[in-house]
């Protein structure tokens, strides 16, 4: 029998890329050549997000046993590059008076960079800023030679920006802000012009944050050539002044996401915007509070169909499940009038301790004012009391009187379509949890609760804004 140690290299490295963890570090412990073909498949996706120590042992490894051309895929991650998490959530990572341990791995990382020539996608979230401060060799190691499909720098500010301005060449871009309120702004934004331009060409999606350079904005001048960019995503910019300004569409999308994902110069007229969310097939929004940003608001979708005043209002027989009804109850409305081709729903709320039990009365209640839209599969209902799902030494339980199986059952009925509910509440005993809902035919449709690997498998078939 022929050993897989034996195949070709070509067939035996592909061999190798279908294999799990467990399976490759097995396999690399049976022989030099199992280590040599196990390694290389090992490293082709990195994500780091531990400690500096993860990252240091890391770069060792790949430049003792020259793995760095065989690395196609790196990802690190804030928490990989600071040693201790942040104190106080509302103020972030913060750097240390000491920097020689960041210095210590950016220049390792560094050396890694600048062997990895087959990168394809390279992506530091929320780390950027410290990267090039700690290692000047990193932003000329990626305008040199950037990856090949996908750049993420995300966590800079101006001066990161200054220092990556002349990369040129590359095919999906994501650069997002240090700050949501960021002091320097108005020089970020002009680095991001730059930026742009050197790969006008060639940009297919296209990903900013809170500055939004002169090029993109509506009040300047018609965007040049975007011909190939079919993707483009702002984070933190209200929808509603673009639908008061340009009176042309310039390229749609079915990869949307509201308020994140617009067009390239959005839309003006009342038809194009029906238009444009008749066609939307993902929507995720953000309800958060007044006094952190004033720009993730569910009515940020409905402001613009007011204004424009060329939409009737929703069937009279779609009735308020309250009173006087919330953005929420208004938000379900419009999309069940408009978005008809909707398929991917996710809605994060953040709201103070005393309004969390109201808000799932909400949530639950109005789940039947979806009940037409008949292609809607995925749906995430995520409520916090504060920007981090993650319970921190600020985090206090609330009791909340109403059971996860309450909302769910009112989800299955009200919506018949529905395949998988994704519930994220961060209170009692709740939890983060995910649900089947399957069809009985001319019976009622039943739910069970799925592993969080089958959650999360279904939900990135579903939701098509993350770049493949």
């Known amino acids: 029998m022929v050993s897989l140690l034996d195949l070709d290299d070509d067939i035996s490295s592909t061999i190798f890329t279908l294999l799990n963890v467990y399976a490759l570090r097995a396999m690399a412990g049976t022989s030099r050549t199992g280590f040599q073909l196990a390694s290389r498949a090992l490293v082709r996706t990195v994500k780091l997000s531990r400690n500096p120590e993860q990252v240091v042992a890391f770069c ?64 530091f979230r929320n780390c950027t800023a410290v990267l090039i401060e700690s290692e000047p060799r990193i932003p000329s190691i990626i305008c040199r030679r950037p990856p090949t499909l996908s750049l993420m720098l995300s966590g800079a500010d101006a001066h990161s920006f200054q220092q990556v301005s002349s990369v040129s060449g590359l095919t999906h871009l994501k650069l997002h802000t240090l700050h949501i309120l960021n ?79 617009t067009c390239i110069k959005l839309i003006a007229t009342p038809q194009a915007l029906e238009d444009f969310i008749h066609e939307m097939g993902h929507l995720s929004l953000y309800q958060r509070p007044q006094s952190v940003t004033r720009y993730y608001r569910f ?16 069937p009279g027989n779609v009735t308020d499940p309250v009173a006087s009804p919330p953005p929420l109850v208004t938000l379900f409305k419009t999309l069940s009038q408009w978005a008809s081709h909707l ?51 600020w985090y206090v339980p609330v009791p909340v009187f109403m059971k996860p199986e309450e909302l769910l059952r009112a989800w299955v009925e009200g ?17 983060h949890t995910w649900w089947r809902i399957e069809s009985q035919g001319n019976h009622p449709a039943t739910s069970r609760q799925v592993s969080k690997e089958e959650g999360l498998s279904a939900k990135s078939w579903f939701d098509l804004e993350e770049w493949k």
């Open 299 to 314: 009515d940020s979708i409905t402001e613009p169909l007011v204004f424009h005043g060329g939409m009737p209002p929703p």
């Open 343 to 393: 398929t991917y729903l996710s809605l994060d709320m953040g709201y103070s301790s005393q309004e969390v039990l109201q808000c799932l009365e909400y949530l639950k209640n109005s789940a039947p004012l979806l009940v037409s839209l008949s292609h809607l599969k995925y749906v995430k209902l995520s409520v916090m009391t504060w920007l981090r799902t993650v319970p921190g030494p």
């Open 60 to 123: 060792e490894f790949c430049l003792k046993h020259h793995l760095c051309p065989h690395i196609i895929d790196f990802t690190l991650s804030q928490s990989a590059v600071y040693s201790q998490p942040p104190i106080d959530p509302t103020k972030g990572y913060q750097r240390d008076a000491d920097t020689a341990e960041s210095a210590l791995f950016a220049s390792a990382l560094a050396d890694v960079l600048d062997a990895a020539v087959n990168l394809a996608h390279l992506a």
């Open 183 to 261: 002091s320097d702004i108005n020089a970020t934004e002009e680095v991001l012009d730059s930026v742009l331009a050197n790969s006008i060409l060639s940009l297919e999606t296209l990903s900013l944050g809170h500055a939004i350079p002169a090029s993109l904005r509506l009040e300047g001048s018609p965007p040049r050539a975007w011909e190939r960019v079919y993707h483009f995503s702002m984070a933190g910019v209200s929808i509603s002044p673009k639908s008061r300004t340009h009176h042309q569409c310039r390229g749609q999308s079915s990869l949307f996401q509201w308020p994140k994902t």
């Open 415 to 431: 919506v018949p379509s529905l395949q998988y509910l994704e519930l994220n509440v961060l209170y009692d005993e709740w939890g």
